[in-house]
């Protein structure tokens, strides 16, 4: 047997196969290189050479016995006979390597670093151990930021995978590697040097594909990633080049043409779940219901088990006003992640949708409770955060302001980041409650704790636009301009306040300004509407119908635009059938938004259609029962109706809403029209119902 060992050592030592690596788990800190001690006494003969390659190759033996059945004993033989070859030679770099190497494979971490670092010491160009230690400290990189140990390591890996590449420069693996360790030390441009060089090799690569256009995307190049897959997608027909560029498209909002890059990436490979998670997603962005539904439906198929993708089937199902579905697809949810908070979100969401106050509270409350029954916990703590702010907007939905600020003040005890969420809650419902004094309190506390947050200079801006206070709230806006791109935010903003302080003019000027500064279609679309909106204000029929018209364009499902375009139509008689289909396109997208639901509801009056009028009105109060217009509106019908005494109700009701108002919201000429109106029908009634009333003959 040793001779015949002998033969095989000595014939193919050189071409001896090297085993798959069995990639090491983590381990301790490499240790500083320490210098091998020469175990070879110096007037010692010359050893035996063969005897060298027969404990080299027995170790190799050992080595692929012990990767075959994971025996810890085939590890500590084949140690022993690798340690033996090298007493035999010591200066052996390709023993020292493999040794190395089943110290790793065995996990004996430390002690593979140190052979693999003498191995190196000896021949610097050993690309077996540069690979072996690269993969180490790779294995030891799991928090980046759990300490110095860690980043010490990642150092570490970048040098190695930095040798290699310098032996090898085609190997790709590592390249992709150096690329994901210079992205986890912000060094992009270094990044993308290595991805370009890698595609310029293998044009189709798509790790190197994914990589690069994620950091372009990082940095805002989204057009340069979008450019960089759609070429690829140009000389590929793999679905995943299709499958990036949906996600370049997505996250640059350009979510119709995402929606076609998924479709081309299913077309070549129907069943991958994550093409058709991607696609779903395009759709719902687009408010593409009914289409997201099938495809959820359809990963439901594929991925039985998977709790998600039945939360997001609840959650279209609700949109879609079908609550009965809805509901059942959360009970599979549960069913599926039992206590996973978007499961408990949605169902409280449901419950809000439905009108079951009472339960999503209930729902909220247990979690809080189940929550805080556990240690304290960043994790928890986040969780509580939005389980308080649900609640806090279930409470505002029930008309329990006082509840619902108790809650964002808990929500607020919980972290700085929570404070600070919890500040703009209040402040909106302070605003929505119409104490607009009380908010701008707020606003101005939360200022002085940061005096730098944009986010709040802009929330009291439109604050005092509410008041119709344009001097005070256009110098804190003008004050956030940069000259630069970013001024297209600012600029909508100064609009927005300008118009609420009926300052047409100024605002129209900002508008366009917005719109100069305008990069992508969804930017010129939120202008385009903006001035709609102005013009509208102004009784500019025709300029305000090109603006909803431009927007309409540019995003055919915009619901925001479908509603006020056709409410324009339809509250000035015209064209009724074209806006009613417009509105309904947008009650479809929302089916409980209550502003929807009343300019269906108006549009259907102006038709004389009273019983869908009266539906969708009834409708609209139930979800916005303090807003004097919708009141108003579901009267004159009661009024069509011959329903007086219902109609007066309302318009009363109507009338006491008007005077809690804002006063940027508040039309004295509605407001006069209104009184009028009531106090006709109360005439008339006493007349008839006075005794000296004529009698009828």
């Known amino acids: ?51 060298s390659y027969y404990y080299f190759t027995l170790g190799h033996v050992n080595e692929l016995q012990f990767e075959l059945t994971g025996d810890g004993q085939r590890a500590t033989q084949a140690i022993d006979a ?36 003498a191995a190196l010491r000896i021949d610097p160009d050993n690309i ?79 790790p190197a594909l994914e990589q690069l256009s994620q950091i372009l995307m990082d940095e805002g190049r989204s ?8 070429d690829a997608a140009n000389d590929s027909a793999s679905p995943d080049v299709y499958d990036l560029l949906g996600d370049a498209y997505n996250q640059a909002h350009e979510y119709d043409k995402a929606e076609d890059a998924y479709r081309k990436a299913i077309a070549q490979d129907p069943d991958d779940p994550g093409h058709l998670h991607g696609l779903a997603n395009a759709l719902m962005a687009q408010d593409k219901y009914p289409e997201a539904l099938e495809i959820f439906k359809k990963l439901t198929e594929i991925e039985p088990t998977t709790g998600d993708n039945f939360v997001r089937m609840a959650e279209l199902y609700r949109r879609l006003g079908k609550f009965d579905q809805a509901e059942a ?24 949708d439905e009108g079951r106050y009472e339960d999503a509270i209930k729902v909220l409350s247990d979690a809080i409770g189940g929550v805080r029954s556990q240690s304290s916990t960043d994790g928890n703590r986040n969780v509580l955060s939005i389980l308080y702010e649900q609640l806090g907007h279930t409470y505002r939905l029930a008309g329990n302001d006082p509840l619902a600020i108790r809650a964002y003040e808990d929500m607020g005890k919980l972290s700085p980041e929570s404070d600070k969420r919890a500040q703009m809650l209040l402040i909106d419902t302070y605003r929505e409650n119409r104490d607009i004094d009380k908010a701008i309190a707020e606003t101005k506390k939360a200022l002085e704790a940061s005096p730098k947050d944009d986010g709040l200079t802009v929330q009291l801006a439109m604050l005092y636009g509410e008041k119709l206070d344009a001097a005070s709230a256009a110098p804190l806006l003008q004050s956030l301009l940069r000259n630069d791109d970013s001024d297209f935010e600012v600029y909508l903003d100064l609009a927005q306040v300008l118009e609420r302080c009926k300052k047409y003019p100024e605002a129209e000027q900002d508008a366009q300004k917005a719109l100069g500064l305008a990069k992508d279609s969804a930017s010129k679309e939120s202008a385009w509407f903006m001035l709609g909106i102005i013009y509208e204000r102004q009784k500019k029929w025709d300029q305000a119908e090109g603006e909803f018209k431009k927007a309409l364009a540019a995003n055919p499902t915009n619901a925001a635009v479908l509603n006020y375009y056709g409410y324009m139509l339809a509250d000035r008689g015209l064209r009724l059938d074209e806006a009613t289909s417009m ?44 807003d004097p217009t919708i009141l108003a509106h579901l009267g004159d019908v009661y009024a069509k109706m011959g329903q ?42 006493a007349q008839k119902t006075s005794p000296d009333a004529p009698k009828p003959q």
């Open 329 to 352: 697809a959360i009970v599979r949810a549960k069913q599926l992640s039992p206590g996973n908070l978007e499961v408990l979100v949605n169902e409280a969401l449901l419950y809000d």
């Open 128 to 206: 077996d151990a540069h690979k072996l230690l690269a993969r180490i400290y790779v294995r030891t990189l799991g928090d980046i930021n759990a300490g110095d140990v860690q980043r010490e390591n990642l150092g570490k890996a970048i040098e190695q995978f930095q040798d290699i590449l310098k032996l090898e420069p085609d190997d790709l693996y590592s390249a992709l590697w150096l690329a994901r360790l210079y992205r986890f030390e912000n060094q992009h441009a270094d990044a993308e040097k290595v991805l370009r060089g890698i595609l310029q090799r293998d044009a189709d690569n798509g």
């Open 223 to 230: 057009q340069e990633a979008i450019q960089l897959l759609s």
């Open 82 to 117: 690798y340690k033996k070859a090298l007493e035999l030679s010591p200066n052996s770099s390709v023993v020292m390597e493999r040794l190395a190497e089943i110290y790793a494979k065995s996990q004996r971490i430390h002690d593979a670093v140190l052979e693999a670092q």
């Open 644 to 685: 007086k005494d219902r109609a007066v109700d309302l318009w009363e009701r109507s009338l006491v809403e008007w005077q809690k108002s804002v006063p940027a919201d508040y039309e004295a000429d509605r407001v006069s029209e209104l009184d009028a109106q009531v106090k006709a029908v109360k005439r008339h009634t």
């Open 1 to 51: 047997m040793k001779t015949l060992l002998r033969i095989i050592a000595v014939t193919a030592l050189g071409v001896l196969p090297v085993a798959t690596i069995t990639a090491a788990q983590t381990a301790p800190a490499a240790p500083q290189d320490t210098q091998k001690p020469d175990t070879q006494k110096p007037d010692a003969p010359p050893p035996d050479r063969s005897d």
């Open 583 to 626: 509105i309904q396109r947008a009650v479809q997208q929302d089916p409980n938004n209550g502003a929807y639901l009343d300019s269906l509801g108006w549009a259907y009056y102006k038709q004389n259609k009273l019983t869908e009028a009266e539906e969708n009105l009834r409708k609209a109060v139930e979800h916005q029962m303090h």
